[in-house]
């Protein structure tokens, strides 16, 4: 560690050479979580790669296809953007819980869903609503679906030396809202216990055409839940059809027995938040 | 030993140099490096906001951000709160509430009410209440701390 | 002249000009400012870094250490194990005391240090500390205090016997004493009883939660003399403790403290002092040690987790006949906890005519418990005020009036002994019956629960100064550290008795060269007893002023007052002088007859016990088990209030300490006897957020023995937050929590109970 150095490169070619070319690269954007592996010492990098002087990484705008913001832009940047606010509720809502207003001037989304952990705040919103990371390394550019990242608790799919320059979240048609819930014991400050990212889409009847669900924090990594989906989808999403839901919820998870809850605790509030969260995207899917 | 890098930064307007080691972070060098002992280190992990400062005009907590990426840039801590003998609407406010008691929070809680205002100048007491939740106290039980920044924004709005 | 403990002055007619106001406290500017400076924010030249290793194992004998590579990393100066403390047998004070500090056969929990090492940075001494290499041989472990009971726990100390316990066998144990409390005849009182409650409690270990880590910096001159500065309840008691392990004379070791960033009893001991002082002894060059947060949690001094059983008995009228209890309380390893508190304050407001209480303290491989405030009672009280509001509700009773029907009054004799003066119980309940929140109806949905507690307060050693210069400005020097704000109150008390404006006086604090011995800044004692002394040396020094304006006027001294910060003729008769302030008399006479101080080194007594009621709503969602405090007034008899902005402040700070170790504070292990949440981010202290404005009713029934009135403030409150939490969640679900902390899994398996129950069953 003693031997670590800093660099800031400008450009993504330098910023990939670089993490290509170290033996232990660590990339840092807000580094909310680099910095507390660092004095834990659950790392030892031998190149800190900071990527925020990275133009590309730095944008935020709505796109043709759907609303596109950079790498290196912070949950403060986001939540101080209007527009975004307004466009995408649910995700912002991951966003705000990320952490403190002080992790929030510095932390980011990408640093969010590649740390990689199965509890991350914004990683089930982000699913929920179709993201899509693209991804530019050594042998070149991708796109990558958010729920593809993350691929065991700290590991992500990137490969050596790529580097998430951006994320698209995909325009959404009519009757669309998305949602993120978390449960904690307080009311801040805590990492999510469950957490459930919920898109819904309606037609013009109000029955359900198409819904995602996500579920962080009871399972290895943050899932994409197919049968929660499934219980929605046709329905017009009522008693019923959420009570389904919640069943699905708690049958996907596979969590673990932390210290920040238990096993049977996790399973049986999934339910209730995977619930609650499809039940506060319904009411926007309603009002859009 | 590994290299050192040399950082030129502002801090309340005054500029400073120092030599950074790696991974050090920017608590330990306002602290240790510059001698401005008034941001306090209280977890090390960003759970506490005692390190809190701003970083170009961003609340922070001063214990994540490396040393090395204050160069260059401008950082406000708390013994640069008041305007020479005058303090700020703020900290006479919690002087004369009792927002402050061991006092080891009070420069973080400051700064962050600080940003606070500076964005929100009408806060509730439930957005005062979210915006502090970085910052944990535990002699006061936040009420005289809510209480003093409350009376700070009426001051400050002209109320 | 009477002392001040013979002769309070105590009026309760005085008119106050100063005590009862709200002056900006003067250290107050410097807090806000940043220039105040704690533990850490001290620098010496030459200084080098601390760092501490400890033990990852929670229980292992240590075969060997080798620290050689470590001696011979450039840049490390010095590094020490126990070797280089000083050998004192195990099993005594100063034993137990020098292993927690440095283990020496055993390493007993995780975090216990076993050496340490002085190096130029602290990257470093970091660095240094890996390359230590320790022979351990790790020991089957045990957490839990009922575990370490049992016959095949695994043993801690072999030498260990339980103390007052003359059926238990001569072979090693983990239960280090067992004591019985008890009064009259509780088969007789539980056979008079219509209606008889008993349950289990249990709390876990949880931590202060001081927001300052430690901090010190230590230097040892190679002639012996060392230089202490660190962050403190207690300097006096740490200079003490230094005399005791490093076989040093006590003038030789100079304890300065800083500003302190909290306490609340869990700095009234060393944990990085020691090994700062002997890493520059023996690098010759001061040495500043901080801890982690890590370190904290791991290796400072938690607060004791229990378990109890709880049985008491009332009349259908509400009269309480018996009261039993069986307690265990946790120590760490070694002996220490005060758990004997808990027998003397667990029912201690009651008067009861039949009690029995068994009591046991058990070792086990955690970290050496330290106080909190109220050490061992609040996590006790949890059950106590549980059965209470049982039996109340089954006899049909208001909470509030069945605990005025069995309330102490003055002249009760206490369990402990003590007979006592005027107290404030009934006030405090009534204030309580009295007060808009419990008076206001209950929101729908939510649960209300009200719970009363008890706290002795203290008195102790206490020495003071107080020095007039010769300007007549005023400086008061204590020796008691400051932890949240008695230093105006005393300044108050001080400009009161003098008649003169707070302006006029300083107070600062010794080091402990300076002053005779101050006892721990702890049992609710600093304002008291320094305000005893305080006073008391102001009384001094008006004598002197008086004695030296009698001799200017040339008249006896009987024939001159002192009145609002002069002194003039008792009467027209005496004869026409001017009068004359304390200026004019200490510029006129300084010279002659040299400076004007008082200072007074007593045992101060007559502290009163203090009460306090707290009325608690909470709303419990359904879904998850989580509890939210709606709402949280907490009603204390204070005595006096000095200065009523900071009792407030006392009194919130307590309640909300309570609230999170009701709801979420708790220690927890893996089954490797490793502390999983050593950190703020899974020790779930309060935030901003998750608390209401916390209403404070002030109840002032006033200790004679003080010459204002005060009683002892800051324990109290901690005191009755978990029972009056507990109330009320059971309130809300139907269910009486009995486990700490009423965390959301717990509560949503309640809640399922509670689903299963009929009315008659709710609680």
């Known amino acids: ?223 994409l839940v197919q049968a929660c989906a499934d219980a929605l989808i046709g329905t017009k999403i009522d008693d019923a059809a959420l009570t389904r839901l919640g069943e699905a919820a708690s049958a996907a998870c596979n969590p673990i027995s932390d210290k920040r809850g238990t096993k049977e605790y996790r399973i049986k509030t999934a339910a209730v938040i995977a619930r609650r969260a499809v039940e506060r995207a319904l009411e926007r899917a309603k009002a859009n | 030993m590994a290299k050192k890098s040399h950082v030129t930064t502002t801090v309340n307007g ?105 964005t929100n100048p009408d806060p509730t007491e439930t957005e005062i209440r979210y915006y502090l939740a970085g910052n944990l106290c535990r002699c006061t039980g936040y009420d005289k701390i809510i209480r003093s920044v409350q009376a700070a924004a009426a001051e400050m709005r002209g109320s | 002249m009477a002392t001040i403990l013979e002769e309070s002055g105590f009026d309760p007619n005085q008119k106050l000009k100063i005590v009862g106001t709200n002056p900006v406290k003067q250290d107050g500017l410097d807090k806000v400012t940043g220039r105040a400076r704690f533990g850490a924010d001290a620098f010496l030249p030459g200084m080098l870094f601390g760092k501490i290793l400890r033990s990852p194992h929670a229980h292992a004998n240590i075969k060997s250490i080798d620290a050689s590579a470590a001696e011979a990393l450039p840049g490390v100066k010095s590094v020490i194990t126990s070797a280089d403390f000083p050998s004192i047998p195990q099993g005594t004070g100063a034993g137990d005391m020098t292993r927690n500090v440095m283990a020496v056969e055993k390493a007993l929990y995780d975090g216990h240090p076993v050496a340490a090492v002085a190096a130029t940075s602290e990257a470093i001494a970091k660095k240094a500390l890996k390359l230590i290499k320790v022979d351990y041989e790790v020991l089957p472990h045990v957490i839990d205090p009922l575990d370490a009971m049992k016959p095949d726990a695994p043993i801690l100390h072999d030498y260990m016997r339980t103390k007052g316990d003359p059926d238990a066998p001569d072979k090693p144990t983990n239960v280090t004493e067992k004591m019985v409390t008890e009064l009259g005849d509780v088969s007789k009182g539980f056979a008079a009883a219509d209606v008889v409650v008993e349950h289990d409690y249990d709390s876990k270990p949880m931590h202060q939660g001081y927001i300052e880590p430690q901090g010190c910096i230590a230097d040892y001159s190679e002639d012996g003399q060392i230089e202490l500065w660190c962050c403190t309840q207690a300097p006096f008691v740490y200079r003490d403790r230094l005399t005791a392990i490093l076989k040093l004379d006590s003038s030789k070791i100079n304890v300065e403290q800083s500003e ?380 006096k209030s000095i200065h009523p902005l900071q009792v407030e402040g006392q009194v919130q700070g307590g309640a909300v300490q309570g609230l999170g170790w009701a709801l979420n504070e708790e220690y927890i292990y893996n089954d490797k006897g490793c502390l999983d949440n050593a950190s703020f981010l899974d020790y779930r202290m309060p935030v901003a957020s998750d608390v209401p404005m916390v209403d404070t009713v002030i109840v002032e029934v006033p200790n004679p023995a003080h010459p204002f009135g005060l009683r002892g403030v800051g324990e109290v409150p901690v005191v009755p937050t978990m029972g009056a939490v507990g109330n009320a969640i059971g309130d809300a679900i139907g269910i009486r929590p009995r486990s700490l902390p009423m965390s959301p899994p717990k509560m949503l398996d309640l809640l399922e109970e509670a689903k299963g129950l009929s009315e008659s069953e709710r609680y």
């Open chain 1, 1 to 223: 560690m003693e031997d670590m150095r800093y660099e800031a490169p400008a450009t993504l070619d330098a910023a990939v050479a670089l993490l290509s070319g170290a033996s232990a690269p660590k990339l840092l954007a807000g580094g909310t979580d680099v910095l507390v592996q660092l004095h834990i010492e659950t790392i030892e990098p031998d190149v800190i790669v900071d990527v925020k002087n990275i133009p590309e990484l730095r944008t935020m705008a709505k796109e043709k296809d759907g609303w596109r913001f950079g790498a290196a832009v912070s949950a403060m940047e986001m939540l101080e953007n209007a527009d975004l606010c307004k466009a995408w509720p649910g995700i912002m809502e991951g966003v705000v819980l990320i952490g403190s207003m002080q992790v929030k001037g510095r932390a980011t989304v990408a640093g969010n869903v590649c740390n990689g952990s199965p509890a991350a705040d914004t990683t089930p919103a982000m699913i929920a609503a179709s993201a899509i990371a693209t991804v530019i390394g050594p042998n070149g550019q991708r796109q990558v679906p958010v729920e593809d990242i993350v691929i065991g608790p700290g590991k992500t799919s990137l490969a050596k030396g790529e580097v998430v320059v951006s994320f698209l979240l995909p325009a959404q048609p009519p009757h669309s809202g998305e949602c993120y819930m978390r449960l904690t014991p307080r009311t801040e400050m805590d990492i999510a216990v469950v957490g459930a990212g919920a898109s819904v889409t309606l037609d013009d009847s109000g029955t359900c055409i198409a819904a995602r669900v996500s579920l962080g924090a009871v399972a290895p990594t943050p899932l």
């Open chain 2, 14 to 118: 005054d500029e400073y140099e120092f030599l950074s080691e790696p991974g050090q972070t920017l608590v330990d060098a306002l602290r240790n490096s510059l001698g401005l002992t008034g941001t306090k280190e209280g977890c090390s992990t960003g759970d506490c906001g005692a390190c809190s400062v701003q970083l170009e005009g961003r609340l922070v907590c001063s214990c994540l951000v490396l040393a090395v990426e204050a160069d260059g840039k401008s950082i406000d801590t708390i013994e640069g709160m008041a305007n020479g003998d005058e303090l700020h609407p703020l900290q006479r406010q919690f002087l004369e509430l009792n927002g402050s008691q061991c006092g080891i929070c009070t420069p973080g809680v400051l700064i962050a009410a600080q940003a606070l205002l500076e």
């Open chain 3, 260 to 639: 302190l960033g909290g306490g609340f009893g869990g700095k009234t001991g060393f944990y990085a002092e020691p090994h700062a002082i002997l890493l520059s002894k023996k690098a010759s060059r001061p040495v500043k040690m901080t801890l982690t947060r890590n370190e904290v949690f791991r290796g400072t001094g938690p607060v004791s987790g229990t378990n109890s059983t709880i049985k008491m008995g009332c009349t259908k009228d509400g009269r309480i006949t018996a009261a039993e209890a069986n307690l265990v309380f946790q120590t760490g390893p070694y002996t220490g906890s005060m758990y004997f508190n808990a027998p003397n304050a667990m029912f201690t407001r009651y008067d009861l005519e039949n009690v029995h209480i068994v009591s046991r303290e058990v070792v086990s491989n955690r970290p050496k418990v330290n106080s909190f405030r109220a050490p061992c009672v609040p996590q006790i009280v949890f059950g106590v005020e549980g059965v209470i509001d049982e039996m109340a509700r089954k006899i049909g009773m208001d909470p509030i009036d069945f605990r005025l029907k069995n309330a102490a009054v003055d002249g009760h004799t206490a369990i402990y002994g003590d007979t006592w003066g005027p107290i404030g119980f009934v006030e405090t309940l009534k204030a309580a019956k009295e007060s808009d929140h419990y008076k206001s109806p209950l929101p729908k949905g939510q649960g209300r629960g009200i719970s009363a507690g008890f706290w002795f307060n203290r008195g102790g050693e206490t020495a003071g100064s107080l020095t007039l210069a010769p300007d007549g400005t005023v400086t008061i020097v204590i020796g008691t550290a400051d932890v949240a704000g008695s230093r105006v109150s005393i300044a108050m008390m001080a400009a009161e008795e003098l008649g003169i404006s707070i302006d006029k006086i300083r107070v600062s604090f010794a080091d402990t060269n300076s002053l005779g011995f101050n006892r721990v800044t702890a049992g609710s004692r600093t304002t008291y007893s320094v305000g005893m002394v305080v006073v008391n040396n102001a009384r001094q020094v008006i004598k002197e002023l008086c004695n030296r304006a009698a001799g200017i006027w040339g008249v006896p001294a009987e024939g001159v007052v002192y009145e609002e910060g002069q002194v003039r003729p008792a009467s027209s008769n005496v004869g026409d002088f001017e009068p004359m302030s304390i200026g004019d008399i200490t510029a006129k006479t300084g010279m002659s007859q040299g400076p004007i101080a008082g200072h007074s080194e007593m045992n101060v007594t007559g502290a009163g016990p203090g009460f306090g009621v707290h009325i608690v709503d909470v709303k419990v969602d359904e879904g998850t088990g989580r509890v939210d405090c709606t709402r949280y007034t907490v009603v204390q008899d204070v005595g």
